[in-house]
């Protein structure tokens, strides 16, 4: 995931849940990253920062990649 996003992740701010994981960055940002598999994201559809982008007056921040 560093590679891909050409950050370093903080290991000392990572916050774990269920499927997801956020750490502050070396660029003073912040990523999170959600683990799902492949099977069940046709399934599941949209995820929250999806359904947010639709939604007018949502605060949200920028989405700056995706990959898998």
Not at 4 to 32: F, I, N, P, Y
């Amino acid at each position: 995931m560093e590679r891909s996003l050409q950050v370093r992740l903080d290991r000392e701010t990572v916050v774990r849940k269920r499927r997801t994981m956020g750490a502050r960055t070396d660029r003073d940002t912040w990523v999170r990253t959600e683990l799902r598999g492949f099977g069940r994201i046709g399934a599941q559809g949209w995820n929250r920062p999806e359904i947010a982008a639709d939604l007018s007056g949502v605060a949200m921040p920028s989405w700056h990649a995706g990959f898998a």
